[in-house]
């Protein structure tokens, strides 16, 4: 799952934060090469909504 809401963040713990953090970079890092590898991601907004959630976390995190 690619997007966090800020409800989602109201209840996490600064560990359950971190961990979260942590799948979506892989996870970024995921599209990236599949799309450096010339293939067409399966998700078009996947890639806007990954980064979108990173910062929401990130923003969240530094609070």
Do not use: Y
């Not at 971190?18 to 996870?27: A, C, G």
């Amino acid at each position: 799952m690619t997007h966090v809401s800020n409800r989602e963040l109201a209840s996490m713990s600064q560990e359950a934060m971190e961990d979260r953090l942590t799948e979506l970079q892989e996870e970024l890092l995921q599209l990236r090469a599949e799309q450096a590898l010339g293939g067409t991601p399966s998700n078009m907004g996947a890639f806007k909504a990954t980064r979108r959630s990173i910062a929401r976390l990130k923003t969240k995190m530094s609070e």
